[in-house]
């Protein structure tokens, strides 16, 4: 009996070597392949984690030039940020920030750029149409009504397409194009519904025009 247990595990040890044989060098580099992409992953992990905690710090030292009205500081640091965290929303956050002071303090060229590269470059949309929404109130100022309206062309998120609306009548009015202003701050109204106050300020803009929202929607819906 003790043989023939003793053959049995002969021929498991066999077919495990032959097996073994065939298919170790797979088995062995899957496994490596497996642990070194683990490894990648939880490096990956640790560095996205650093570099986040530098970009906040950064961010900080953003915020700290700018309550201080330190130019020269804001820029340095807001310099700093677009050359190591220029993907993050950190940099995002910081170019908006920046963008403030600069055209508080007459830099408009620089809020300028600011702006454009937030409204170019950002992955995330809100800050990117915020950006694009400044930027066009910057030319405008500027009475570049040209440029304002480039800004404004592209779509925007539906949160904000009714404050891009009334943004684009406010500059097609300065160009005395009253038709085309009157139509802007139409659909502005229709999509600030859920705003009642700015909409508010949007049907003055547009009673000032002698449009009288509510009854042109009366007349739109019987048609």
Do not use: C
Not at 19 to 31: Q, R
Not at 109 to 130: E, H, P, T
Not at 162 to 170: I, Q, V
Not at 186 to 199: G, I, V
Request: aromatic share 10%; hydrophobic share 45%.
């Amino acid at each position: 009996m003790a043989k023939a247990l003793d053959l049995e595990e002969q021929e498991q040890l066999d077919r495990i070597k032959h097996f073994w044989s065939n298919w170790g060098n797979l088995i062995s580099w899957l496994l490596i392949a497996v642990l070194s992409s683990y490894a990648a992953w939880n490096g990956y992990q640790y560095w996205e984690r650093t570099q986040a905690a530098k970009a906040a710090a950064l961010y900080d030292e953003v915020e700290r030039a700018v309550s201080s009205g330190d130019l020269a500081r804001v820029e340095r640091s807001f310099a700093d940020m677009k050359d190591k965290f220029g993907g993050t929303q950190f940099a995002q956050q910081s170019a908006l920030l920046a963008a403030k002071t600069f055209q508080a303090q007459g830099k408009t060229d620089a809020a300028r750029d600011a702006l454009s590269w937030v409204a170019n470059g950002a992955s995330d949309k809100a800050y990117r149409d915020i950006a694009r929404l400044r930027l066009a109130a910057v030319q405008l100022d500027a009475k570049a009504y040209d440029e304002a309206l480039k800004p404004l062309i592209d779509e925007f998120t539906p949160a904000m397409q009714g404050l891009a609306a009334d943004l684009r009548g406010d500059v097609l009015q300065a160009k005395g194009q009253k038709t085309e202003a009157i139509a802007a701050y139409s659909e502005a109204w229709k999509k600030l519904a859920e705003t009642p106050d700015y909409r508010r300020l949007v049907q003055a803009k547009l009673n000032a025009l002698g449009v009288e929202p509510e009854t042109a929607a009366v007349t739109e819906a019987t048609k």
